[in-house]
């Protein structure tokens, strides 16, 4: 995602603002970036905790390195603890001791109530050379 990220920066402009904010002009569209806040006009920098490309050519243009405004649950470290405790496979479902009272739960479908208004018609809409009639034809 981050490389992505980084071959779309590259045809971006920068413009800077303050030390932290730029705006990045990406065609005709105009995005700000704050790089204190790790926020980006798009939503993707803050939503991801990954820098868009609006965030990584600012990040390029300040001469930073894009390693630190990733979030730290991309790190390697985070990545091998998440794995490190062994997930042990469920035994055969024959051996489960499950209780009487889960036995006899009965599990029924949600209560949903009908939708005011005229149903949608699911019918498919015909080409022009499958219609029947004068045009169909």
Sequence with gaps: MLEDNI??????????????????????KRFT?????????????????IPCSHALTAIRHRNK??????????SNKNYQDTYAIPIEPLPCESTWDVPSH???EVVLPPITRK????????????????GEGKRGK
């Design 115 to 130: 939708q005011p208004g005229r149903p949608p018609k699911n019918d498919r809409k015909k080409g022009f050379t499958e």
């Design 102 to 104: 889960v036995l006899e």
């Design 65 to 74: 390195h894009r390693d630190d405004y990733c979030s730290a649950y991309y």
């Design 7 to 28: 071959n779309l920066s590259h045809r971006m402009l920068v413009r800077t603002s303050t030390i932290h904010l730029h705006t990045i002009t990406d065609g005709a």
């Design 33 to 49: 970036v704050c790089l204190n806040t790790r926020m980006c006009s798009c939503g993707r920098f803050q939503h991801d905790e």
